[in-house]
């Protein structure tokens, strides 16, 4: 499939990606699309509050898509803040991610994404996934067309 294709499906269908980060831990992400950029919103159990972030590059590798957010520029995404973000999170989304167990409330909703190769990184690695090979035709006409 066409990864182009696979990155439209995965904002347009709305559903989290389920990474596990290593040491048994596992982080979910949603990536969005505002009116000019990539957005990634991060929880985690082991986060205290969500994070968002803007996407800073998507790399094609070996068929999956790795997709590198800013970890140095994150927001917090606080609870008050559901005007900003409620054209990508429904309520019943919202008052999850603000929850324990968020990660297990995602599962349990059916709100994770079942398509596979998804991978979330911060841009820190980004140089080392370009050093080991990358498909370089895939990841430029992805990162063009969404102006990374």
């Known amino acids: 499939m066409d990864m182009e294709i696979k990155i439209d499906e995965l904002i347009s269908n709305g559903k989290w990606i389920k990474n596990d980060i290593g040491m048994g831990r596992v982080q979910c992400s949603k990536m969005v699309k505002d009116a000019k950029e990539l957005l990634i919103l991060i929880v985690s159990d082991t986060l205290d509050t969500p994070i968002c972030s803007m996407v800073e590059k998507i790399l094609v590798v070996s068929n999956e898509i790795i997709i590198f957010y800013d970890g140095q520029y994150v927001q917090k995404v606080e609870k008050s803040e559901y005007e900003r973000y ?63």
């Open 86 to 148: 409620k054209q990508f999170l429904d309520n019943e989304e919202w008052k999850i991610i603000f929850n324990k167990g968020v990660i297990k409330e995602l599962i349990k909703n059916k709100m994770i994404s079942e398509d596979q190769g998804f991978y979330v990184e911060m841009h820190e690695t980004l140089e080392q996934y370009m050093k080991n090979g990358y498909d370089k035709k895939s990841s430029d006409t992805i990162c063009n067309k969404y102006h990374l």
